[in-house]
């Protein structure tokens, strides 16, 4: 029962910013929006998350629309590193995931 | 600050068997949670502890499962009469209530049963 909607797969060129969509249209106004992302074989990492304003930190930025309906992972710099899966969730209590975008950074 | 340690980090047991999981999470962190991983699908969420009390439980999650957390430090996961079926990575993480549930993960078990 996730409550967003991600492409399934992209494909970014190494040097690029990649910029990943979510759909997120039954959000309630006191749930916010995350982001984590999942490199093969380990845990799944936190990267950013926010509630309406847009945020920024030192692996990405979060550009929340003004009605709070979809937003917008951009990492700025990718690399080949920054190859995995990455989940938008939103919640205010527990990180339910979905199935995730699965990022290719091409070299 | 040591991270989300889970053991062993893999299990290998015959259908039938009992298994038992362990996590400890990063020592100030009050918020505990179990998870689930197939091949190819996101984390499939089991339970979550506050110190030692047990908030949620799936619902999709069968009675052969628990769960304890008895002083509110490390946990563990009991699986009674493995199936095929529970053949899966088992992540655990923690978190602080408070933080906006940022949680940090372990790198998880992986439980194959034969």
């Known amino acids: 029962d996730a409550k967003t909607t991600q492409p399934p797969s992209m494909d970014c060129a190494e040097g690029r910013a990649a910029n990943l969509p979510c759909n997120h249209s039954t959000i309630s106004g006191n749930e916010y929006v995350y982001w984590y992302r999942q490199i093969h074989s380990q845990g799944p990492q936190y990267i950013i998350h926010?509630?309406?304003n847009n945020e920024t930190n030192e692996m990405a930025s979060l550009i929340i629309t003004e009605d709070r309906k979809s937003s917008t992972l951009i990492l700025p710099h990718a690399t080949l590193r920054d190859t995995a899966v990455y989940y938008c969730?939103?919640?205010?209590?527990?990180?339910?995931f979905g199935k995730g975008t699965r990022l290719h950074i091409l070299p | 600050d040591t991270g989300v340690s889970q053991n062993p980090r893999h299990k290998i047991t015959k259908r039938g068997q009992n298994v038992t999981f362990r996590c400890d999470p990063i020592?100030?962190?009050?918020?505990l949670y179990w998870y689930r991983q197939t091949l190819g699908q996101g984390p499939e969420f089991l339970t979550y502890f506050q110190n030692e009390a047990q908030l949620e439980k799936s619902r999709l999650l069968s009675d052969r499962f628990s769960a304890e957390r008895p002083k509110g430090s490390f946990s563990t996961l009991e699986i009674q009469r493995t199936e095929q079926g529970d053949s899966a990575m088992y992540l655990c993480?923690?978190?602080?209530?408070?933080?906006?549930?940022?949680?940090?993960f372990g790198s998880g078990t992986q439980l194959s049963v034969l």
């Open positions: 969730i939103v919640g205010n209590d527990k990180i339910i």
């Open positions: 926010g509630l309406k």
């Open positions: 020592s100030e962190h009050n918020r």
């Open positions: 993480a923690s978190g602080l209530r408070g933080s906006n549930e940022k949680l940090f």
